[in-house]
């Protein structure tokens, strides 16, 4: 573990009854990044997520470890929110406040005072281009209005540390990529920011360490080219209606090429492109996809492709 660390995680287990959510987790996040957990559904994420900000309490252990900032989450709970701000995955607004009022209240629990609680909130506002709605009651926002109200709603206090779990899940592209940028621009202003999401593209986009969680436990972790470059080839076939085809297809495929069947979907992969060309050639157009591997093809190799009983 290093100084700059803003969290140091250390052989930390999370159980709940029988169910084991985290086990022997380890990590840190280094100060001014974005450090990312990805894994299906019940994999640990949101758990060890709240376990930093003590809205969970981690297993008794006499090597387990966590600091934020110096402070352990299990004694000094107030000192962490101090310096935190999180955006949960629901949009938990009062609906029945406008959304000034929404975010006046909430600077009230940092003992703001009011004219320094205007300004800010002002500020916010203008950072994530909801001024025009200021008066506007929260029922009446779009679902993209209301997640960058609540990522305004956490950056009231100037966290140092923002947490974000799943902050773009079912928005719209064009909402998507104005967070992005939202986000982008905190990291530049030295805000670390541990970030849970399902989007693939979004984890490369602004992660600079991804942590990839299966059944609890820590499967990969790197940056993102890094784990693209070492544990996936670069270039994937991808074939949609192949049942027809997949033996003559077998018999034309050099000892360089990976087969990753699913479903109704046949993957080769291969780090020669011509090696996929060369059976590209023999289908018809419209029922091959040939492309660059990516973030997801990693994540799917680690964790598997069919559902598990917890999702």
Sequence with gaps: MTNSSVIQVQNVSKTFGTLRAVYGLSFEVPERSCFGFLGPN???????????????????????????????????????KYLSGVVPQEDNLDEELNVLQNLLLFARFYN??????????????DFLELAEKRNELIRN???????????????????????????????????????????RQLKRQGTTLLLTTHYMEEAFALCDTILILHQGKKI?????????????EQYVLE??????????LRSRLSDNVRIDPSGQTIRFYSNEIEALKSV?????AGQYYLRQSNLEDVFLKTTGRTLNEKQ
Aim: glycine share 6%.
């Design 239 to 248: 074939l949609t209606e192949h049942e027809a085809n997949t033996e003559t």
């Design 220 to 232: 990969l972790q790197g940056p993102p080219k890094q784990l693209l470059a070492e544990h996936i």
């Design 112 to 125: 703001m005072p009011p004219t320094k609680a205007r300004q800010r909130v002002e500020e916010l506002l």
């Design 141 to 183: 926002l779009s679902g993209g209005m209301k997640r960058r109200l609540v990522i305004a709603r956490a950056l009231l206090n100037q966290p140092r540390l923002l947490i974000l779990d799943e902050p773009t899940t079912g928005l719209d592209p064009q909402v998507r990529h104005v967070i992005w940028d939202k986000l």
């Design 42 to 80: 019940g994999a640990g994420k949101t758990t060890m997520m709240k376990m930093l900000y003590a809205r969970a309490l981690r297993d008794r252990g006499h090597e387990s470890r966590i600091s934020v900032f110096g402070y352990d989450p299990a004694h000094q709970e107030l000192q962490i």
């Design 280 to 284: 590209a050639d023999h289908l018809p």
